[in-house]
Protein backbone atom coordinates (compact mmCIF):
# COMPACT_ATOMS: atom_id res chain seq x y z
CA UNK A 1 0.00 0.00 0.00
CA UNK A 2 2.80 2.37 0.76
CA UNK A 3 4.36 1.59 -2.78
CA UNK A 4 1.06 3.11 -4.30
CA UNK A 5 0.72 6.16 -1.73
CA UNK A 6 4.31 7.09 -2.63
CA UNK A 7 3.47 6.90 -6.78
CA UNK A 8 0.45 8.80 -6.33
CA UNK A 9 2.41 11.34 -4.56
CA UNK A 10 5.23 10.85 -7.78
CA UNK A 11 2.22 11.11 -9.86
CA UNK A 12 0.99 14.36 -8.40
CA UNK A 13 4.28 16.25 -7.97
CA UNK A 14 4.90 15.53 -11.98
CA UNK A 15 1.54 17.00 -12.71
CA UNK A 16 2.67 20.00 -10.44
CA UNK A 17 5.90 20.38 -12.06
CA UNK A 18 5.02 19.88 -15.81
CA UNK A 19 2.14 22.51 -15.71
CA UNK A 20 4.87 25.14 -14.40
CA UNK A 21 6.98 23.79 -16.93
CA UNK A 22 4.26 24.67 -19.39
CA UNK A 23 3.28 27.69 -18.05
CA UNK A 24 6.55 29.67 -17.13
CA UNK A 25 7.39 29.54 -20.90
CA UNK A 26 4.07 30.96 -21.76
CA UNK A 27 4.35 33.48 -19.15
CA UNK A 28 7.83 35.01 -20.94
CA UNK A 29 6.24 35.22 -24.32
CA UNK A 30 3.89 38.20 -22.76
CA UNK A 31 6.65 39.16 -20.30
CA UNK A 32 8.76 39.40 -23.70
CA UNK A 33 6.67 42.19 -25.44
CA UNK A 34 6.23 44.33 -21.91
CA UNK A 35 8.20 47.45 -21.04
CA UNK A 36 10.76 46.76 -18.86
CA UNK A 37 10.54 48.59 -15.68
CA UNK A 38 6.39 48.60 -16.45
CA UNK A 39 3.56 48.06 -14.17
CA UNK A 40 2.99 44.75 -16.27
CA UNK A 41 6.60 44.04 -16.04
CA UNK A 42 6.78 44.21 -12.82
CA UNK A 43 3.60 41.88 -12.33
CA UNK A 44 5.38 39.10 -14.61
CA UNK A 45 8.52 39.70 -12.47
CA UNK A 46 6.49 38.57 -9.49
CA UNK A 47 4.54 35.55 -10.98
CA UNK A 48 7.03 33.93 -12.57
CA UNK A 49 9.39 34.52 -9.48
CA UNK A 50 6.17 32.28 -6.94
CA UNK A 51 5.67 29.92 -9.70
CA UNK A 52 9.30 28.78 -10.22
CA UNK A 53 10.15 28.72 -6.54
CA UNK A 54 6.94 27.64 -5.10
CA UNK A 55 5.67 25.34 -7.02
CA UNK A 56 7.85 24.13 -10.24
CA UNK A 57 11.54 23.75 -8.03
CA UNK A 58 9.96 21.70 -5.05
CA UNK A 59 7.57 19.55 -7.36
CA UNK A 60 10.64 18.81 -9.24
CA UNK A 61 12.32 17.85 -6.60
CA UNK A 62 10.01 15.66 -5.24
CA UNK A 63 9.51 13.93 -8.22
CA UNK A 64 13.20 13.05 -8.46
CA UNK A 65 13.46 12.06 -4.90
CA UNK A 66 10.30 9.66 -5.22
CA UNK A 67 10.91 8.68 -8.71
CA UNK A 68 14.45 7.21 -7.83
CA UNK A 69 12.53 6.24 -4.49
CA UNK A 70 10.08 4.05 -6.98
CA UNK A 71 12.62 2.82 -9.10
CA UNK A 72 15.54 1.54 -6.92
CA UNK A 73 14.87 1.95 -3.66
CA UNK A 74 11.17 -0.44 -4.40
CA UNK A 75 13.22 -2.73 -6.45
CA UNK A 76 10.74 -1.80 -9.27
CA UNK A 77 13.79 -1.59 -11.95
CA UNK A 78 16.52 -3.37 -13.39
CA UNK A 79 18.63 -0.78 -14.40
CA UNK A 80 20.66 -3.44 -16.50
CA UNK A 81 17.98 -4.67 -18.55
CA UNK A 82 15.01 -2.85 -18.31
CA UNK A 83 16.43 -0.16 -21.40
CA UNK A 84 13.10 1.74 -21.58
CA UNK A 85 14.12 3.15 -17.96
CA UNK A 86 17.74 4.58 -19.25
CA UNK A 87 15.83 6.74 -22.29
CA UNK A 88 13.02 8.04 -20.15
CA UNK A 89 15.96 9.18 -17.07
CA UNK A 90 17.91 10.92 -20.27
CA UNK A 91 14.98 12.65 -21.19
CA UNK A 92 13.66 13.24 -17.30
CA UNK A 93 17.41 15.03 -16.63
CA UNK A 94 16.62 16.98 -20.23
CA UNK A 95 13.20 18.32 -18.43
CA UNK A 96 15.34 19.17 -15.58
CA UNK A 97 18.25 21.01 -17.70
CA UNK A 98 15.12 22.88 -19.29
CA UNK A 99 13.95 24.17 -15.84
CA UNK A 100 17.38 25.14 -14.87
CA UNK A 101 16.99 27.04 -18.35
CA UNK A 102 13.62 28.35 -17.14
CA UNK A 103 15.79 29.78 -14.02
CA UNK A 104 18.17 31.47 -15.54
CA UNK A 105 15.80 32.90 -18.30
CA UNK A 106 13.54 34.26 -15.48
CA UNK A 107 16.93 35.57 -13.68
CA UNK A 108 17.45 38.01 -16.85
CA UNK A 109 13.84 38.47 -16.86
CA UNK A 110 14.28 39.65 -13.09
CA UNK A 111 17.02 41.92 -13.65
CA UNK A 112 15.15 43.31 -16.93
CA UNK A 113 18.22 41.96 -19.45
CA UNK A 114 16.41 39.55 -21.43
CA UNK A 115 17.07 39.82 -24.99
CA UNK A 116 15.19 37.07 -26.62
CA UNK A 117 12.10 38.03 -28.49
CA UNK A 118 8.50 36.53 -27.73
CA UNK A 119 8.85 33.92 -30.78
CA UNK A 120 11.86 32.13 -28.58
CA UNK A 121 9.93 31.31 -25.90
CA UNK A 122 6.75 30.45 -28.46
CA UNK A 123 8.99 27.75 -29.66
CA UNK A 124 10.64 26.78 -25.86
CA UNK A 125 6.94 26.55 -24.76
CA UNK A 126 7.09 22.72 -27.01
CA UNK A 127 10.09 21.61 -25.55
CA UNK A 128 8.26 20.08 -22.43
CA UNK A 129 6.22 18.93 -24.37
CA UNK A 130 8.05 16.69 -27.04
CA UNK A 131 9.56 15.59 -23.66
CA UNK A 132 6.30 14.56 -21.76
CA UNK A 133 5.11 12.39 -24.91
CA UNK A 134 8.23 10.71 -25.05
CA UNK A 135 8.33 10.09 -21.17
CA UNK A 136 4.86 8.61 -21.50
CA UNK A 137 5.09 6.33 -24.60
CA UNK A 138 8.19 5.10 -22.67
CA UNK A 139 6.75 4.11 -19.29
CA UNK A 140 3.61 2.64 -20.86
CA UNK A 141 5.01 1.05 -24.10
CA UNK A 142 8.39 0.27 -22.61
CA UNK A 143 9.46 -0.49 -25.59
CA UNK A 144 12.73 -2.18 -24.89
Known sequence: MSYLILKSLHIMAIIAWMAGLFYLPRLFVYHADAKPGSELSETFKVMERRLLKAIMTPAMLLSWALGLWL??????????????????????????????????????????????????????????????????LLVVIRPF
Open 71 to 136: AFGAGAIDWSSDYWFHAKFLCVVLLSAFHMALAKWRMEFEADANVRPASFYRIANEVPTLLMVVIV
